[in-house]
């Protein structure tokens, strides 16, 4: 399912080095390939998603539920979010918000299996991971700039802008066609699910300053 990461843009213009100068820092280089590869997982479980949906109501009214229950809890719970990036350590949020979703994508591809996935159950878990979202988005714009320095921050904004196209639109959906055709709707949900433990991983290895563990 998709994250967001649309806050990403931050002013400044290019220092001298090159393009990938920031993933010679271990800290973002953890924290860009995490969320390269949870982006990646975005892009399958957003093609899973619409498969499903039209294979449990086959009508669009039934993916139209589902991404209604997914928005308005992210919407509504932004502010929150943004909140809980100022107060709390970023990279717990982020680990939580990982965790949330990883648990409610894993959910929707074991009951997807089981054939036991109905449009009411899909919306309720879609509702939880877009408030899971809420939370993760503006930590992980918070984050970005304790890890890198500030003469990198324009090279790193552009390697963040890079990513989600590639992992979420091209990528992520190319590989959810053959992971259905494989093993259906299910198994694409739990690589997604995989996704999340590899983002939760890289979450775990940084190693922020104290001074700007908040």
């Known amino acids: 399912m998709q994250a967001s990461y649309e806050g990403l843009d931050r002013p400044g213009g290019f220092s001298r080095g090159g393009l990938l100068d920031p993933l010679k820092n271990r800290n973002f280089r953890l924290l860009w390939t995490g ?12 093609v899973a998603l619409a498969w499903a949906s039209y294979e449990i109501s086959d009508s669009p009214l039934g993916l139209s539920m589902v991404m209604l229950a997914m928005t308005i ?10 909140v809980a990036s100022d107060r709390l350590q970023k990279r717990y949020v982020m680990l939580a918000a990982d965790l949330v979703r990883g648990v409610v994508v894993a959910t929707i591809g074991f009951l997807a299996l089981a054939d036991a996935l109905t449009i009411p ?33 324009p090279q790193a904004n552009s390697l963040d802008q890079l990513a989600k196209p590639l992992a979420l639109r091209f990528a992520g959906p190319a590989a959810a066609g053959g ?9 694409a949900f739990l690589v997604d699910a995989g996704t999340f433990v590899v983002s939760a991983i890289a979450l775990l290895m940084l190693r922020t300053p104290r001074s700007q563990a908040r």
């Open 35 to 46: 969320m390269t590869v949870s982006l990646f997982g975005d892009g399958i479980s957003l």
């Open 121 to 153: 159950r899909l919306a309720v878990l879609a509702a939880v991971y877009g408030a899971g979202s809420a939370f993760f988005g503006p930590s992980f714009d918070a984050i970005v700039p304790d890890v890198v320095p500030a003469s990198q921050l």
């Open 179 to 187: 992971l259905i055709a494989i093993g259906g709707t299910g198994t």
């Open 73 to 82: 809890p992210h919407v509504a719970l932004l502010l929150f979010g943004g």
